[in-house]
């Protein structure tokens, strides 16, 4: 990693410093990102199913932002990507209920608008999307549950069918 020299650019983001030559790169990657999830968002508001090009755009943009040391993006997007990885494993190609739906609509819009307000150097405020979070950290620990219980149950199947 190399040492940052005093004369290289800088660029503020509310109360923080980057380098300009990072902060380029995060605003060309995440816009690709930014349309890849809004695109998706669109496909779910359309009736359309969960994607991994949809988890993906939220895992990318989570991690970009959090490269820049800023992680208001994570707070929102790490419970909902969470969510997702585990929802899909146990429910592929199966549309959302509607309340999961808005959720994750109103949580994708936030990050969205996060992301946004990055490249335009100000500093995101994650707080509104705060009942998003709350929502996907509760869905991913039902889901975890869920998940468990059908493994015991499984494994107890099969071990009833060994005693036979």
Known sequence: M??????EERIQIGDFEVPKWQFD???IESEKFVQSLEDELRGIADGGVVSKTLIRAIHTLSGTTNTLGIDHV??????????LTQWMDLHEGEPLTHHDMQQL???GKG????V????TH????PEP????QKYFLERFTEEQKESSENKATSTEFQELLSLE
Do not use: C, F, H, N
């Not at 994570?74 to 969510?83: I, M, N, R, T």
């Not at 990050?111 to 996060?114: A, F, N």
């Not at 946004?116 to 490249?119: C, D, K, L, N």
């Not at 100000?122 to 405020?125: H, I, K, L, T, V």
């Open 122 to 125: 100000a500093m995101p405020d």
């Open 2 to 7: 190399s040492e940052i020299q005093d004369d």
């Open 116 to 119: 946004r307000a990055i490249q």
């Open 129 to 132: 999307y705060a009942e998003q």
């Open 25 to 27: 790169i995060y605003v």
């Open 74 to 83: 994570a707070k929102v997007s790490q419970p909902v990507e969470g969510w």
């Open 111 to 114: 990050i969205v608008t996060m």
């Open 105 to 107: 609509l109103a949580a």
